[in-house]
């Protein structure tokens, strides 16, 4: 089985701009979550989505935003750029609604905001 | 607020010798799961061992095992025979029922093995 799967891995982006970071779950796989990993913060939940509704949220401000597409892939959005979203981005998916199923984390997008 | 806490930011051990990494945490709930977490300069996340925490019995995987103290709060790892290819950053991590799916990590202990 082909293992989590993110795009792009590497993205340069400047203040004010959007993104778009995808995220391809593992084949069967229903949940997918997603974390941000910076030096000072550490990692930091930020979402989770199963069958294309959001079920948890961490604690970010609205301009971080997902979604979840009807084949499980998933995408979050992050809107007007600050210097501290630069981040690596890292996505989990699991297989079933049951949360103490293991999460498989896919290599991470690499976010920086110039 | 529920914590995790590794106090070792950094560990440095000899190759096939033994090592262990703390973390502690804190949470109010009763029913939750903990976890530990290679991340290899690669970058790509890897899940190491989990601990149940209903469990009394330590969960122990290859070379690998925890020594799990529920009335302390203590998650700490032991890694036995090290292997170079250990070298990495290491996260303990725990989820609770109430949390969701949302891992809580620390702020992990980056893991040298020498030759």
């Known amino acids: 089985k082909a293992g989590v799967t993110q795009t792009p891995r590497y993205l340069i982006k400047t203040r004010g701009q959007q993104v778009t970071l995808s995220c391809s779950p593992i084949?069967?796989?229903?949940?997918v979550s997603w974390y941000q990993q910076t030096p000072g913060q550490g990692l930091q939940f930020l979402f989770e989505?199963?069958?294309?509704?959001?079920?948890n949220k961490g604690n970010f401000p609205g301009r971080f935003s997902g979604r979840q597409f009807s084949n499980s892939r998933s995408e979050m959005n992050v809107s007007t750029l600050e210097l501290g979203d630069s981040a690596l981005y890292l996505c989990?998916?699991?297989?079933?609604?049951?949360?103490?199923?293991?999460?498989?984390f896919g290599p991470g997008t690499r976010l920086t905001v110039l | 607020a529920q914590t995790v806490t590794q106090s070792q930011p950094e560990m440095s051990v000899q190759e096939a010798e033994t090592v262990t990494l703390s973390c502690t945490y804190d949470?109010?709930?009763?029913?939750?799961?903990l976890f530990w977490y290679k991340q290899p300069p690669s970058r790509q996340m890897i899940l190491v061992i989990r601990?149940?925490?209903?469990?009394?019995q330590n969960a122990t995987e290859n070379r690998f095992s925890v020594n799990f103290q529920k009335a302390a709060k203590s998650f700490s790892l032991k890694i036995s025979d090290s292997q170079l290819g250990d070298t990495a950053m290491y996260f303990c991590?725990?989820?609770?029922?109430?949390?969701?799916?949302?891992?809580?990590f620390g702020k992990g202990t980056s893991l040298l093995v020498t030759p």
């Open positions: 989990a998916s699991s297989s079933t609604s049951l949360y103490i199923n293991e999460q498989f």
């Open positions: 084949s069967g796989h229903r949940s």
């Open positions: 991590a725990f989820m609770t029922v109430n949390s969701g799916y949302a891992l809580n």
């Open positions: 989505y199963f069958s294309e509704t959001q079920r």
């Open positions: 949470t109010s709930e009763n029913n939750y799961y």
């Open positions: 601990q149940e925490a209903y469990k009394q």
